[in-house]
């Protein structure tokens, strides 16, 4: 066999696979390492000494002043959490309808006995604050106790303004606790907890802060923590007190610490600090900026299209990308089987219409130009219909942040 045989069939798919999903996100070599240790005293030493380094900067992160409750969970404990210590059951929440997220945490908050009213959306958009001003106009008894919204929604890749909801709560004067979701956000996007006025921010490890899931995370400032001291739903695993024993580090976690995810969080605090918060929120919007230059280029009638038509309501985190005669699926196992690569499938109202570009946490130009390369090689393998090399656009995107 020689290098010029005919006929040939090259496997592309070999070396380190590529995911491109909106969380997990990209384990960085650094994390994987610090998590490789022994077993270690849980009730003396480094574990309690790391642990109050992450109480000490985690808020940091969030840019608030309130203390961090770490759950052992996903982002659905941290919902849980934030909702058990503030509500009782029969009080109202608000839902900001703007994809699926804030839906489910609703749902979630029905289950345990709060009655739960959806403010709809548009698809395609961010939460109006017009209309949350409207609402809360409405509500002259004050039966709304607190509004739940994402900071971005991973299912539609929109991107909710918070101060601007922030400004029409304020506007409308009511009294509702502020909660925002910023489990895709959180170390991508910029968010001010204290300056925004944001009572409990809810947030998870495994997207922008790179850790493997198994962590989530709850802030809650002086009226949050008011609103403990009446909240009916407090159960024993996510009271808010019980957490705050003074010097009982094993109620930091209710219980037995998750080690291995403590040192990884270490690590990657670490490098977030090293880099800047504001760096970190810099260098995510000009990936984010490339990855719509890209999609823009590509996009042809009745093919593919960004979801999120204003720009300034874009995510930093991630891109939903409608597919239109484009196949998804197809496009999405073409990828993995074919190359290596990992997207993001449509979810929700998005299934079987569009695909998702995770680009979040630990992520270069190199990375990001191997997935979109990639992608737009799916897509002519494909017979795709495209409008351009969106990759072409990228890369002149990313040029002018290089040097």
Known sequence: ??????????????????VAIPGPSIIPERVLNAMRQSMPNIYDGPIVEVTQSLLDDLPKIARTTSPTFITISNGHGAWEMAITNTLSRGDKVLVLESGRFAITWGEMAATVGVEVEILPGSEGAAVDPAAVEQRLREDTDHDI????????????????????????????????????????????????????????TVAACQKGLMVPPGLGFVWRNDKAAKAYETAGLRTGYWDWDGRLQTGAHYFVYSGTPPIMHIWGLRAALDMILEEGLENVWAR????????????????????????????????????TVLTGNVDPDRLRDLAERGTGL??????GDFDGRAF????????????????????????????????????????VELSNSIG
């Open 342 to 347: 990992t997207l993001g499938l449509g979810i």
């Open 1 to 18: 066999m020689t290098a010029t045989s005919e006929g040939l069939r090259a496997d592309l798919n070999h070396g380190d696979p590529m």
């Open 145 to 200: 106790k607190a509004i739940l919204v994402v900071q971005t929604d991973t299912a539609t890749s929109v991107n909710n303004d918070v101060l601007a909801i922030r400004q029409a709560i304020d506007a409308a004067t009511h009294p509702a606790l502020y909660m925002v979701d910023c489990i895709a956000s959180l170390g991508c996007e910029w968010f001010e907890m204290d300056e925004w006025g944001v009572d409990v």
């Open 284 to 319: 995510h919007r000009v990936m984010a900026s490339a990855v719509h230059a890209c999609v823009d280029v590509w996009s042809a009638p009745g093919g593919l299209a960004l979801n999120i038509a204003d720009p300034a309501a874009r995510s930093t985190a991630v891109t």
């Open 356 to 395: 998702r570009i995770g680009h979040m946490g630990h992520l270069n130009p190199p990375m990001l130009l191997g997935t979109l390369a990639t992608t737009e090689a799916c897509l002519h393998a494909m017979g795709a219909t495209i409008g351009g090399s969106g990759v072409a656009a990228a890369a």
